[in-house]
């Protein structure tokens, strides 16, 4: 009875988590593919052409005075835009960091964006783009893995759906694809990690479930091998030839 049990729960698992399996192995050869098709990911080191020192004549502390009053600064940040050094102050609150000029002390809050598009020109080679996106929150494309928040997001009209995500935290390139690459990122995204359930919670639960399943498939088929191996003959069994 325990036998029989054993193997027809193991080949109704079997029918019941092959999709899983499947698509396991499916992400497996998808991921090989991307490793040695795609370029790695942008290294997160700040983009710009270098910076003058000598130019800089507003101290730190001047130009976080003329910020509005009671503004306090957890970090401070000299960047390079349009050729010009800037303070980029964060005050630790949401929203983008403040921009005061380390020339002549204006402050601009343009420049988040200015900088941005400066720094997604300068990755794709000089390449216009065009502002398609602000995030504050992961999505389908822009997933957890790449961490940083926020990001803005820009695309160049090359036919290719070339689009990059640029931190002016980091003040570099955070993503870079393009329509072919997403497909395949896209497609190991729901292989791998079951990326067409929307809701993560349910997508959480649907994963334990499965995995479980394919735990369970193999502890019977383990056991089903030692359940069903052949049995020796007994040493007192008669065999062919011996006066048969």
Known sequence: MTRNWIRKSHRWLGLLFSLTALMSAGSGVLHTVMTRTQAPPPSARPSGGGLDAAAIR????????????????????????????????????????????????????????????????????????????????FNNEYINIFRILPVHRYDADDGKGTRVYVSTTTGSVTRHTDDGRQFEASAFTNFHKLGFIPNKDIRDWVQIITTGGLFLLSLFGILLFFITRPRKRAASEPRRGDGW
């Open 58 to 137: 507003i101290p730190i502390a001047d130009a976080v005075a003329k910020l509005p009053a009671g503004t306090k600064a957890s970090a401070v940040n000299v960047r390079t835009i349009s050729g010009e050094p800037w303070y980029q102050v964060f005050t630790g609150g949401p929203g983008v960091p403040a921009y005061v000029s380390a020339v002549d002390g204006r402050i601009d809050p343009t420049r988040d964006e200015l900088y941005a598009a400066e720094i997604a020109t300068a990755f794709l080679g000089g390449k216009p783009v065009r502002k398609t996106g602000y995030l504050t929150a």
